[in-house]
Every structure is written in structure tokens, then in C-alpha cells.
């Protein structure tokens, strides 16, 4: 091992002793728990087309770097852990998860906190972004979106989401700045309904079939720019106003960033589950509801839902 990789491993001790006596702030747990975990996850689709996520093959986006990271929630934390079935101490989950999706990363966080680009502020970090703590960095992290993080924290604890705390002195994106096969992918195009031109122009940038596009706003909004669900959601893509901030959507009432932000949603998901069934049941019922269900989750509203938009587009996408 390395003179310096032997100075970061003491620094990962002497932040690990600190923290004992102080402590972090405990993640959420039960119903709170799954709901800002629901939160986080649908806050993944905060990547533009230039860091979304990628289809198999290519480069991972924001959302699968979260979904594989949560694969390791509850697992204890250890230090000098690397395998999950022991243990797993905070620079070894994170190596471990971009390392699953191809991505290799040093094994210690004061390294790990060099790696990529940097990023200027917690206001401009992506879901994916690595969160290094303390200098010299003694703890990292993987930023979750809105405002959370999955950590293995320190003894006693297990890898967690949880709010971002704590002396944050580096946040870095290791994901390309531009993921293979995102933009100009084949898509049927839309022509007499009601903001084609919005549709289209997503689906050129983003590679949604402008099909579906549509169907989604007829099936949320009824192509009404100014619906509010009993929710909460707004605007043509009945977009709920926590999603809309992760995606950047600073008016859900305009239709034309209503349907960018959805697009880029549409995609990630689709990026993530692999199939338009599954992805519309993330739309629809957030995509924890479909991990946790492992398919399309057993409410009658969702299930009534991705009939209806497939069916409107003929089922075949």
C-alpha cells in the first residue's frame, strides 16, 4: 500500500472517532423512510440528456448509480469493508457500486474525492455526484437527490439514506458529461394533437417516441396546461412539485418545460426498468413502488393507467 494511501486510511480513522462521539443525524425509518427514499429516487431524474442514464451498454446515468447503491441499504457498516455480505465502510460501498456499473473508482475516500470533475455547489449536484466529507476527506458519500445522500456512516450503523450533513468540503461527478445513445434515437412523431411540436422536439432530443409522450399528457392532464390533481400535480404533465424541482422544471404550467422535464423523467425511467410497462408504472406510482413490487405495483390506478397509455400507443413500444 501507498504512503499516501496509508495517510488517507489513518485521516477515514480519525474521522470515524469523531463522528462517535457526535454522530450523524439517523435516516429515516419505516413510512417516512420509504417515502423520502420514493423521494430520492424519482429526484434521480434531475440529469439532463447529457448525463442521463444510459441503456445497457453504455454509460450509467444518475439513476442507476442510486438504484445500485440502494441495492446496500441495511448493510453494516465496517471499516476497511469492501464486500457486502461482512461489511462495507463508506469509500469501499462506493467503489463497490460504480465498479457494478463499470465505472472504477480508488478504493479510498481522499482519492475517490479527486476523481472526475468538480462540482460548485450542493444546489448544482446530480443524483450520482460523490459527496467527500471533511478535510483532510475522511468520509464520502453518493448524492441521492433532493437533499439526500446513501452513506455507510460509521460503526454500528448500516448504509443508509439520509439527509445530507456534516462538514462537506468536495462534491465531484465521476458519470460522463455525455452518455452514448441518449439523443437521436429513432422515435414516430406527432402531428394532430394538441403541443406536437413540444412532443416531437422532446423525442428528437431525448429519444422518446413522441407517441408516448402524448398519450402520457392525455392520460395525466387531458392536454389541460393548468390541471392540478387532488395530489398536487401540475401542468400538462401532472409533474408533483418535488419531481419538478429535481428536474429542474421551474414552472410545471409551461407546457414546454413541463414536457422537457417529463421527457428526461420518461427516459431515465425507461433507461432504468428496461421496459415502457415498467416505466410508466415509476411515472406514475414512483419508482420504489416498482422495486418494491418487482414489477407493476398492485394498485388499480396504476395498473388502470399503463393499460390506458398503452393502449393508446398501440401497446408496442
Given amino acids: 500500500m501507498s504512503v499516501a494511501a496509508v495517510t488517507s486510511r489513518v485521516a477515514e480513522i480519525q474521522g470515524v472517532l469523531a463522528q462517535l462521539g457526535a454522530g450523524r443525524a439517523t435516516g429515516s425509518s419505516g413510512a417516512a423512510f420509504r417515502t423520502s427514499l420514493d423521494g430520492a429516487l424519482a429526484a434521480t431524474a434531475t440529469a439532463t440528456a447529457a448525463t442521463s442514464g444510459a441503456a445497457a451498454g453504455s454509460s450509467p446515468g444518475g439513476a442507476r448509480v442510486v438504484a445500485e447503491a440502494e441495492k446496500y441499504l441495511g448493510v453494516p457498516y465496517v471499516w476497511g469493508g469492501t464486500d457486502p455480505d461482512s461489511g462495507l465502510d463508506c469509500s469501499g460501498l462506493v467503489q463497490l457500486v460504480y465498479r457494478n456499473l463499470g465505472i472504477d473508482l480508488p478504493r479510498v475516500s481522499r482519492d475517490q474525492a479527486q476523481a472526475g470533475r468538480p462540482v460548485a455547489s450542493l444546489a448544482e449536484a446530480q443524483p ?43 462534491i465531484r461527478r465521476v458519470l460522463p458529461e455525455s452518455a452514448p445513445g441518449v439523443a437521436g434515437r429513432a422515435s414516430t412523431q406527432v402531428s394532430s394533437v394538441p403541443y406536437a411540436d413540444l412532443f416531437n422536439r422532446a423525442a428528437a432530443t431525448y429519444g422518446v417516441d413522441a407517441t408516448l409522450l402524448s398519450a402520457i399528457a392525455r392520460q395525466e392532464s387531458g392536454y389541460r396546461p393548468g390541471a392540478v390533481s387532488p395530489a398536487g400535480a401540475q401542468g400538462l404533465m401532472q409533474l408533483m412539485p418535488a ?29 432504468r426498468f428496461g421496459r415502457t410497462d415498467l416505466a410508466l408504472a415509476a411515472y406514475n406510482a414512483g419508482p420504489g413502488a416498482v422495486l418494491r413490487y418487482d414489477g407493476i405495483p398492485p394498485y388499480p390506478e396504476t395498473q388502470n393507467y399503463v393499460r390506458s397509455v398503452l393502449a393508446m400507443v398501440g401497446g408496442d413500444l
Fill in 243 to 271: 419531481t419538478a424541482r429535481g428536474l429542474g422544471v421551474t414552472d410545471s404550467f409551461d407546457p414546454a418545460q413541463a414536457v422537457d422535464g417529463a421527457a428526461r423523467l420518461v427516459r431515465d425511467l425507461l433507461d
Fill in 128 to 170: 450520482g455526484d460523490l459527496l467527500a466529507f471533511n478535510s483532510p476527506v475522511s468520509h464520502i458519500a453518493i448524492y441521492a437527490g433532493d437533499g439526500m445522500m446513501i452513506e455507510a456512516p460509521r460503526p454500528g450503523l448500516a448504509v443508509r439514506l439520509t439527509a445530507v450533513d456534516g462538514d462537506l468540503t468536495a
